[in-house]
Protein backbone atom coordinates (compact mmCIF):
# COMPACT_ATOMS: atom_id res chain seq x y z
CA UNK A 1 0.00 0.00 0.00
CA UNK A 2 1.34 3.24 -0.62
CA UNK A 3 2.23 6.24 2.15
CA UNK A 4 0.21 8.84 1.81
CA UNK A 5 2.22 12.14 1.35
CA UNK A 6 1.38 15.10 3.69
CA UNK A 7 2.81 18.74 4.58
CA UNK A 8 5.59 18.45 6.54
CA UNK A 9 3.91 21.94 8.41
CA UNK A 10 0.23 21.31 8.41
CA UNK A 11 0.13 17.51 8.07
CA UNK A 12 -2.51 17.89 5.18
CA UNK A 13 -3.12 14.98 1.95
CA UNK A 14 -0.91 16.30 -1.11
CA UNK A 15 -0.58 14.43 -4.30
CA UNK A 16 3.39 13.26 -5.35
CA UNK A 17 3.21 15.85 -8.19
CA UNK A 18 2.74 18.71 -5.61
CA UNK A 19 5.60 21.11 -5.54
CA UNK A 20 3.29 23.75 -2.75
CA UNK A 21 1.28 22.81 -0.41
CA UNK A 22 -2.03 24.55 -1.63
CA UNK A 23 -3.06 24.81 2.07
CA UNK A 24 0.10 26.24 4.02
CA UNK A 25 1.95 27.44 0.49
CA UNK A 26 4.73 25.71 1.80
CA UNK A 27 7.23 24.13 -0.41
CA UNK A 28 7.07 20.65 -0.64
CA UNK A 29 10.09 19.16 -1.82
CA UNK A 30 13.04 21.14 -0.04
CA UNK A 31 16.07 19.72 0.13
CA UNK A 32 17.32 18.63 3.36
CA UNK A 33 20.38 20.89 4.71
CA UNK A 34 23.72 18.60 5.36
CA UNK A 35 26.77 19.10 6.75
CA UNK A 36 29.41 20.25 4.59
CA UNK A 37 32.00 17.99 6.09
CA UNK A 38 30.62 14.56 6.62
CA UNK A 39 27.16 15.07 4.83
CA UNK A 40 25.12 14.18 8.12
CA UNK A 41 21.40 15.31 7.09
CA UNK A 42 20.81 18.32 10.03
CA UNK A 43 17.89 19.41 11.59
CA UNK A 44 16.63 22.86 11.32
CA UNK A 45 18.32 24.24 13.81
CA UNK A 46 20.94 22.94 14.44
CA UNK A 47 24.25 24.56 15.18
CA UNK A 48 26.77 21.71 15.33
CA UNK A 49 26.41 18.06 12.97
CA UNK A 50 25.76 15.60 15.53
CA UNK A 51 27.93 13.30 13.94
CA UNK A 52 31.40 15.08 13.43
CA UNK A 53 30.62 18.23 15.40
CA UNK A 54 31.26 21.15 12.61
CA UNK A 55 29.98 24.00 13.06
CA UNK A 56 26.87 24.48 11.24
CA UNK A 57 27.28 27.64 8.39
CA UNK A 58 31.32 26.95 9.22
CA UNK A 59 33.94 28.20 6.41
CA UNK A 60 31.61 29.67 4.55
CA UNK A 61 32.42 33.31 3.26
CA UNK A 62 32.51 36.53 5.48
CA UNK A 63 28.79 38.78 4.43
CA UNK A 64 29.79 42.09 3.59
CA UNK A 65 28.84 44.39 6.63
CA UNK A 66 25.54 46.05 6.86
CA UNK A 67 24.55 49.52 5.30
CA UNK A 68 23.46 50.36 9.42
CA UNK A 69 27.17 48.77 10.38
CA UNK A 70 28.49 51.06 7.79
CA UNK A 71 26.72 54.12 8.41
CA UNK A 72 27.72 53.87 12.19
CA UNK A 73 31.85 53.26 11.50
CA UNK A 74 31.43 56.65 9.02
CA UNK A 75 29.55 58.12 11.84
CA UNK A 76 32.21 57.65 15.03
CA UNK A 77 34.76 59.68 13.76
CA UNK A 78 32.83 62.41 13.06
CA UNK A 79 31.04 62.58 16.80
CA UNK A 80 34.28 62.97 17.93
CA UNK A 81 35.45 65.70 15.59
CA UNK A 82 32.61 67.25 16.64
CA UNK A 83 33.54 66.90 20.87
CA UNK A 84 36.69 68.78 19.79
CA UNK A 85 34.94 71.59 19.31
CA UNK A 86 34.23 72.21 23.12
CA UNK A 87 38.38 71.54 24.20
CA UNK A 88 40.61 74.69 23.95
CA UNK A 89 43.65 72.69 22.94
CA UNK A 90 43.52 70.44 20.14
CA UNK A 91 45.42 69.46 17.04
CA UNK A 92 42.44 69.37 14.81
CA UNK A 93 39.13 70.89 14.67
CA UNK A 94 36.00 71.24 12.78
CA UNK A 95 37.06 72.95 9.62
CA UNK A 96 34.04 75.11 9.67
CA UNK A 97 33.19 75.54 13.49
CA UNK A 98 36.94 76.46 13.47
CA UNK A 99 35.94 79.48 10.98
CA UNK A 100 32.75 80.41 12.73
CA UNK A 101 34.05 80.74 16.17
CA UNK A 102 37.39 82.51 14.64
CA UNK A 103 39.68 79.45 15.36
CA UNK A 104 41.00 78.96 11.73
CA UNK A 105 44.47 79.68 11.16
CA UNK A 106 45.92 81.86 8.45
CA UNK A 107 49.37 81.01 8.42
CA UNK A 108 49.21 77.57 7.06
CA UNK A 109 47.46 74.45 7.90
CA UNK A 110 45.99 71.07 6.73
CA UNK A 111 42.40 70.38 5.84
CA UNK A 112 41.10 67.18 5.14
CA UNK A 113 37.88 66.33 3.47
CA UNK A 114 36.27 62.87 3.23
CA UNK A 115 33.90 61.90 0.28
CA UNK A 116 32.44 58.81 1.58
CA UNK A 117 30.19 56.10 -0.80
CA UNK A 118 26.92 55.82 0.79
CA UNK A 119 26.79 52.37 -0.37
CA UNK A 120 30.13 51.05 -0.01
CA UNK A 121 33.60 51.35 1.73
CA UNK A 122 34.77 53.43 -1.45
CA UNK A 123 36.39 56.31 -0.20
CA UNK A 124 37.74 59.33 -1.19
CA UNK A 125 40.26 61.89 1.29
CA UNK A 126 41.42 65.30 -0.13
CA UNK A 127 44.48 66.79 2.04
CA UNK A 128 45.14 70.47 1.45
CA UNK A 129 47.99 72.72 2.13
CA UNK A 130 47.58 76.19 2.72
CA UNK A 131 49.92 79.08 4.01
CA UNK A 132 49.69 83.11 3.47
CA UNK A 133 46.64 83.79 3.67
CA UNK A 134 44.84 86.66 2.52
CA UNK A 135 41.10 85.91 2.94
CA UNK A 136 38.60 83.47 3.75
CA UNK A 137 35.08 83.55 2.97
CA UNK A 138 32.00 81.15 2.85
CA UNK A 139 30.02 80.81 -0.47
CA UNK A 140 27.40 78.81 -1.63
CA UNK A 141 29.22 75.17 -1.22
CA UNK A 142 32.14 76.10 0.56
CA UNK A 143 34.91 77.65 2.36
CA UNK A 144 37.15 79.98 -0.41
CA UNK A 145 40.79 80.52 0.70
CA UNK A 146 42.05 83.64 -1.04
CA UNK A 147 45.99 81.81 -1.27
CA UNK A 148 47.55 79.01 -3.05
CA UNK A 149 47.45 75.29 -2.42
CA UNK A 150 48.79 71.79 -2.55
CA UNK A 151 46.23 68.85 -2.90
CA UNK A 152 46.83 65.18 -2.03
CA UNK A 153 44.45 62.80 -3.21
CA UNK A 154 43.74 59.64 -1.00
CA UNK A 155 41.62 56.88 -3.04
CA UNK A 156 39.96 53.71 -0.68
CA UNK A 157 38.79 50.87 -3.28
CA UNK A 158 37.05 47.75 -1.73
CA UNK A 159 37.61 44.73 -3.21
CA UNK A 160 33.72 44.84 -4.74
CA UNK A 161 34.32 47.80 -6.34
CA UNK A 162 33.07 46.60 -10.08
CA UNK A 163 35.44 49.02 -12.07
CA UNK A 164 39.02 48.23 -10.48
CA UNK A 165 40.36 48.22 -13.83
CA UNK A 166 39.72 51.56 -14.83
CA UNK A 167 41.65 54.41 -14.01
CA UNK A 168 40.76 56.55 -11.38
CA UNK A 169 40.74 59.78 -14.06
CA UNK A 170 38.38 57.89 -15.92
CA UNK A 171 35.56 56.73 -13.50
CA UNK A 172 32.19 58.50 -12.80
CA UNK A 173 31.76 61.37 -10.76
CA UNK A 174 32.08 61.00 -6.86
CA UNK A 175 34.98 57.96 -7.63
CA UNK A 176 37.42 59.89 -9.91
CA UNK A 177 40.56 61.74 -8.66
CA UNK A 178 42.68 63.22 -10.83
CA UNK A 179 45.48 60.60 -10.88
CA UNK A 180 46.56 57.91 -13.48
CA UNK A 181 47.59 53.99 -11.42
CA UNK A 182 50.81 55.35 -12.54
CA UNK A 183 51.01 58.36 -10.16
CA UNK A 184 49.64 56.35 -7.42
CA UNK A 185 50.94 54.59 -4.44
CA UNK A 186 49.17 51.58 -3.93
CA UNK A 187 48.88 49.75 -0.67
CA UNK A 188 46.58 46.33 -1.07
CA UNK A 189 45.31 45.53 2.65
CA UNK A 190 44.99 42.02 3.97
CA UNK A 191 41.12 41.82 2.90
CA UNK A 192 42.03 43.20 -0.24
CA UNK A 193 40.96 47.18 0.00
CA UNK A 194 43.44 48.89 -2.31
CA UNK A 195 44.64 52.16 -0.42
CA UNK A 196 45.96 54.82 -3.53
CA UNK A 197 47.81 57.88 -2.39
CA UNK A 198 48.96 60.59 -4.92
CA UNK A 199 52.83 60.21 -4.87
CA UNK A 200 52.92 63.93 -5.76
CA UNK A 201 50.28 66.81 -4.88
CA UNK A 202 48.72 68.53 -7.67
CA UNK A 203 49.12 72.57 -6.95
CA UNK A 204 46.41 75.57 -7.36
CA UNK A 205 47.27 78.75 -7.56
CA UNK A 206 45.41 81.79 -6.60
CA UNK A 207 42.57 80.60 -4.46
CA UNK A 208 40.79 77.06 -3.59
CA UNK A 209 37.45 75.95 -2.40
CA UNK A 210 36.74 73.49 0.16
CA UNK A 211 33.03 71.42 0.24
CA UNK A 212 30.82 72.02 2.82
CA UNK A 213 30.46 68.29 3.97
CA UNK A 214 27.41 66.40 4.02
CA UNK A 215 25.64 63.38 6.00
CA UNK A 216 29.15 61.11 7.43
CA UNK A 217 31.73 63.28 5.83
CA UNK A 218 34.23 65.80 7.22
CA UNK A 219 36.00 68.54 6.64
CA UNK A 220 38.88 68.85 9.21
CA UNK A 221 41.80 71.82 9.71
CA UNK A 222 44.63 70.48 11.16
CA UNK A 223 47.26 72.79 13.07
CA UNK A 224 50.60 73.02 12.39
CA UNK A 225 51.72 72.53 15.85
CA UNK A 226 55.05 70.53 16.77
CA UNK A 227 53.28 67.18 16.64
CA UNK A 228 50.81 67.77 13.77
CA UNK A 229 52.10 64.37 11.91
CA UNK A 230 51.68 62.07 14.52
CA UNK A 231 47.98 63.77 14.60
CA UNK A 232 47.73 63.02 11.36
CA UNK A 233 48.71 59.07 11.58
CA UNK A 234 46.19 58.93 14.55
CA UNK A 235 43.45 60.39 12.46
CA UNK A 236 44.27 58.30 9.57
CA UNK A 237 44.88 55.33 11.42
CA UNK A 238 41.39 55.27 12.59
CA UNK A 239 39.55 56.74 9.91
CA UNK A 240 40.62 54.24 7.49
CA UNK A 241 40.50 51.38 10.14
CA UNK A 242 37.06 52.18 11.54
CA UNK A 243 35.01 54.40 8.39
CA UNK A 244 36.57 52.29 5.67
CA UNK A 245 37.53 48.75 7.12
CA UNK A 246 40.76 48.52 6.41
CA UNK A 247 42.08 46.16 8.60
CA UNK A 248 44.24 48.22 11.36
CA UNK A 249 48.04 47.13 10.26
CA UNK A 250 47.32 47.90 6.89
CA UNK A 251 46.43 51.30 7.50
CA UNK A 252 49.01 52.24 9.50
CA UNK A 253 50.88 51.67 6.52
CA UNK A 254 48.89 53.81 4.71
CA UNK A 255 48.48 56.42 7.21
CA UNK A 256 53.04 56.99 7.80
CA UNK A 257 52.93 56.80 3.67
CA UNK A 258 50.48 59.51 3.18
CA UNK A 259 52.28 61.84 6.40
CA UNK A 260 55.33 60.77 4.53
CA UNK A 261 54.41 62.75 1.26
CA UNK A 262 52.80 65.64 3.03
CA UNK A 263 56.35 66.37 4.75
CA UNK A 264 58.46 65.80 1.56
CA UNK A 265 56.07 67.99 -0.86
CA UNK A 266 53.87 69.77 1.19
CA UNK A 267 55.63 70.80 4.37
CA UNK A 268 56.21 74.45 5.85
CA UNK A 269 59.22 76.51 5.32
CA UNK A 270 58.41 80.32 5.18
CA UNK A 271 55.41 79.59 2.91
CA UNK A 272 56.00 76.47 1.19
CA UNK A 273 59.64 75.22 0.17
Known sequence: ???????????????????????????????????????????????????????????????????????????????????????????????????????????????????FSETSYYSIYEIVSYAGVKEIFLTDTGLQFVTGGKKLYVLAEPDTYQLKFQEPVSRADGERIPKRFSELDIITAKNQTKIMISKEPNESFGSFTVLRPTGVNFAVVFYNRPDVYESLVDFFVESLNRQVNVPEHDAKIAAQDITKILKKYMGFEGEYR
Open 1 to 115: MEEELKCKNCEKPLKPHWEFCPYCEQQVHVKPKKCKKCGEELDEGMVICPVCGKTVGEGTSKKPASKKKQSDNKTSLKKRIEEHEELSDVSFRNLFEAYSHGKLPFANGYIVSSF
